[in-house]
């Protein structure tokens, strides 16, 4: 072969060599970018089921602010899973590699057929030392610095409705779904959640207060279907 064409070839085999190392740096260092992003900032979720009619619809999508871990009365919340699938060692490795390509979007663990064993949205009604009790499926709420129950509506400058089913007569309330319960008082670092849709009853109702551990970031924006757009 000519001494030339050796030395050309052997050359753009070499810049090739370059170029593709660059991508695949570029790539790695972007997926980390965004992982890192993902995992202390802003996160982004869908919303699964319809707990959360009429404010977040079924399949859409929202950006979740994981620096504001602070709620108030009216904030929509993103919920750590409440209970955790057991899984063999490898398919927990599997599911943070496959978290981390696909920059937390998948996950090998979470099982949308198991209630509970993935993170919810659910709206803060109650904050720590509130009283609170519902009346055909509105929340009010006395603070504790107050002397005056008002509406979680009243409480809040985050504009939104919730979804309520009207019961036939004689409903049993303990039974199932309940649109009503009598006062209770939060304790320090408890805070009360429900879904929008108050004919859903997966939140405090069912499983009492949550901790300010269990709430992962508030909501930041809805952002699919474009239509729904909206900041909080």
């Not at 009790?133 to 005056?148: A, W």
């Not at 004919?199 to 300010?212: E, F, H, I, M, N």
Request: charged share 25%; hydrophobic share 35%.
């Amino acid at each position: 072969m000519n001494k030339r064409l050796f030395e050309l070839s052997y050359t753009l085999r070499k810049e090739k060599q370059r170029k593709n190392t660059y991508l695949v740096v570029c790539f790695l260092i972007a997926i980390i970018i965004i992982n890192v992003v993902i995992k202390l900032f802003f996160m982004p979720v869908r919303q699964v089921s319809d707990s959360m009619t009429p404010n977040f619809r079924e399949n859409s999508f929202i950006m979740i602010n994981l620096t504001n871990k602070n709620p108030q009365v009216g904030d929509a919340v993103l919920l750590k899973p409440r209970t955790e699938l057991p899984r063999k060692k490898i398919v927990r490795f599997a599911s943070r590699i496959c978290s981390f390509f696909t920059a937390q979007q998948k996950n090998l663990i979470e099982d949308k057929s198991f209630a509970g064993t993935y993170p919810s949205l659910r709206r803060i009604v109650g904050t720590p030392g509130d009283t609170i009790y519902m009346n055909n499926g509105v929340v009010y709420v006395k603070h504790s610095d107050s002397n005056y129950f008002l509406s979680e509506f009243e409480l809040t400058k985050t504009t939104y409705d919730i979804q309520t089913k009207e019961l036939p007569d004689g409903w049993e309330q303990a039974i199932g779904i309940s649109d009503s319960f009598d006062k209770i008082t939060l304790k320090e670092d408890e805070y009360f959640v429900l879904c929008d849709n108050r004919y859903s009853t997966l939140d405090s109702r069912l499983y009492g207060p949550v901790k300010q551990d269990d709430i992962k970031g508030c909501v930041f924006a809805a952002y699919f279907p474009f239509s729904d757009f909206k900041l909080y």
